[in-house]
């Protein structure tokens, strides 16, 4: 019972959250969205540059931490 009120207050106060909130990246920097979406926050930001990881879409460039994170990117757009 006292799970159950816990868990309800978290909740009621957004004390508890199941979506992280996207980091800002630094100038020079993007942020990595598969990475970003599954909370991995540890590769989340990217450095842009010629070697860097990316796709183009609609004339917009999207960065990735990992040709996986591309490829996953892609599946879905």
């Known amino acids: ?3 159950v009120l816990l868990l309800t ?3 009621a106060f957004g004390v508890w959250s199941c979506q992280t909130p996207i980091p800002v990246p630094r100038p020079g ?3 990595c969205g598969p990475c970003a ?3 991995d926050l540890g590769c989340v930001e990217v450095k842009m ?3 860097g990881v990316q ?3 609609n004339g917009q ?3 990735f931490c ?3 994170c591309r490829y996953k990117f892609l599946e879905r757009h």
Do not use: C, H, N, V
């Open 55 to 57: 796709a183009q879409i």
């Open 49 to 51: 540059g010629a070697d």
């Open 1 to 3: 019972m006292r799970a």
């Open 66 to 68: 990992s040709e996986i």
């Open 29 to 31: 920097y993007a942020i």
């Open 37 to 39: 979406e599954a909370g």
């Open 9 to 11: 207050s978290l909740l």
């Open 61 to 63: 460039t999207y960065w």
